[in-house]
Structure formats: C-alpha cells, structure tokens
C-alpha cells in the first residue's frame, strides 16, 4: 500500500493528526504545524504521543 506525508496546520493538523492515528500503516510522515487538538480523543494505543502531548498540557 502506498504511504503519504500528511501536511497540516491548525484544524488541518488535527485532521492529519487523527487521521495518521486511525491509519498509521498509510502515512509514511505527519507534518502538523501549530494544530488544533480540540475533541481529540487519547488511547493507550499510542503511549509516547499521548505522553508527549499530556507534558506539553501541563505546561
């Protein structure tokens, strides 16, 4: 299957962002410049992002 790099900022970056997490095996590369993250719903199914983002939240 033929990967993409996903480019997207504010609200395009929480569509490629959402998008790279419900099919990760499609994406090769996520540029996500200042995205919006509103509504995002975390998993244990990604521990290091949502590790990242939950230190970045408390900044």
């Known amino acids: 299957m033929e990967q993409v790099t996903l480019v997207g900022h504010s609200i395009g970056g929480e569509l490629a962002t959402n998008f790279t997490l419900s099919s990760p095996d499609r994406?090769?590369?996520?540029?996500a410049v200042a995205p919006s993250l509103t509504g995002f719903i975390f998993s244990d199914a990604h521990p290091i992002l949502y590790a990242c983002l939950h230190k970045v939240a408390q900044l």
């Open 27 to 31: 994406v090769a590369q996520l540029i």
